[in-house]
């Protein structure tokens, strides 16, 4: 099994709509990451969680909001999908001692 | 502004001889760089990495390289496979215990047969 997981795994979507994507793990690690990938700018961070209690914005941030439900569960909102947010979602994993991520399969979200 | 810069998009290789991918960086404050390779469909997985106090770092068939009065590092892999053709990203951080990774852009690395 995947330590990693994200659902949905592909989403079509339409302006204005609210939409949620999760993101669970079990490697038993404290942090947890959100990215977005678009063709021609590799990885951008939207938000990170260095636990339960801690959330903090990521680079592009604007737009997006988070729920850190659990140690092992990290969700992403979009409140309100606009056609700019169509991009490959990537969730991902650390512990406090190394810097390796370790990352879900990603999400690809179109939003028409 | 972009920090971390891959800036070969794509790059082509023979079975069998080396691969380097390419990465520069201008933030003197990264004190830790990674390589992860992605292939279509799947996330991006952890390759190698390299703490500023080295200058190389290798694992079997690839090694890293790290030149800090250039703000450069490299990714050697040799001998390159079929099965290594992949986006490479390079990410770099600041270390200590943030772990906020800075992503290059990728190289698509295809190797012929």
Redesign the interface.
């Known amino acids: 099994d995947a330590d990693?997981t994200q659902t949905p795994r592909n989403r079509i979507t339409k302006t204005g709509k609210r939409i949620m994507l999760e993101c669970s793990q079990t490697k038993g690690h404290d942090?947890m990451y959100w990215?977005r990938q678009d063709p021609?700018?590799?990885?951008?961070?939207i938000y990170?969680s260095f636990d339960v209690k801690d959330i903090n914005k990521?680079e592009i941030s604007d737009g997006y909001s988070v729920s850190r439900q659990a140690q092992a569960k990290f969700s992403l909102s979009l409140e309100s999908a606009i056609p700019n947010q169509t991009a490959l979602y990537?969730c991902?994993t650390?512990d406090?001692i190394r810097?390796?991520?370790?990352?879900?399969?990603?999400t690809r979200l179109t939003v028409t | 502004d972009q920090q971390?810069k891959?800036n070969s998009?794509s790059l082509s290789v023979q079975e069998g001889r080396i691969s380097i991918l390419n990465c520069d960086y201008t933030n003197s404050m990264f004190d830790?760089f990674?390589w992860?390779k992605k292939y279509p469909?799947?996330?991006?997985?952890?390759l190698i990495?390299i703490s500023s106090i080295k200058d190389k770092n290798e694992d079997g068939r690839f090694t890293v390289f790290l030149n800090k009065s250039a703000k450069h590092l490299s990714l050697h892999i040799v001998p390159s496979q079929p099965g290594d053709s992949a986006v490479y990203?390079c990410?770099a951080?600041r270390?200590g215990?943030t772990?906020?990774?800075?992503?290059?852009?990728?190289t698509l690395l295809a190797v012929q047969p």
């Not at chain 1, 810097?99 to 990603?106: T, V």
């Not at chain 2, 772990?99 to 990728?106: A, S």
């Open positions: 990693v942090r990215y021609g700018l590799g990885l951008r961070l990170y990521g990537f991902a650390s406090e810097n390796e991520q370790y990352f879900g399969p990603g | 971390v891959q998009p830790y990674l992860y469909a799947e996330g991006p997985t952890f990495s990203f990410a951080s270390g215990a772990n906020k990774l800075i992503f290059g852009t990728g």
